[in-house]
């Protein structure tokens, strides 16, 4: 059974840093594309960051500069580096994968950048 499992979100001020972390169990994050999606309160969830299998990564134009994503295999985790953050930033993160034609999500993590 896949089971993604993120953490690492929180109240942070405008201009500071947080890392997400996706620990994910059932699945191998090496074999499979892993995204970062994030829905804003009253918005749509919105794809943010992949690493695909072979270790390339993309992310949206939006955040481009400011977050990272990477994977430690050893871990089975995936991460989101995010820098600069901005109070649009704030939302629900999630991470996502798919496998045999099924998406699974985790259960999210609040992020708010307040001052």
């Known amino acids: 059974q896949v089971r993604l499992v993120e953490s690492g979100g929180g109240l942070v001020q405008p201009g500071g840093s947080l890392s997400l972390s996706c620990a994910a169990s059932g699945i191998i994050i090496s074999n499979n594309a892993m995204n970062w999606y994030r829905q804003a309160s009253g918005k749509q969830r919105e794809l943010v960051a992949t690493i695909f299998s072979a270790g390339s990564t993309n992310v949206v134009d939006s955040v481009k500069g400011r977050f990272t994503i990477s994977r430690d295999n050893a871990k089975n985790t995936v991460y989101l580096q995010m820098n600069s953050l901005k109070p649009e930033d704030t939302a629900v993160y999630y991470c996502?994968?798919?496998?045999?034609?099924?998406?699974?999500w985790g259960q999210g993590t609040q992020v708010t950048v307040s001052s």
């Open positions: 996502k994968t798919r496998r045999f034609y099924t998406d699974y």
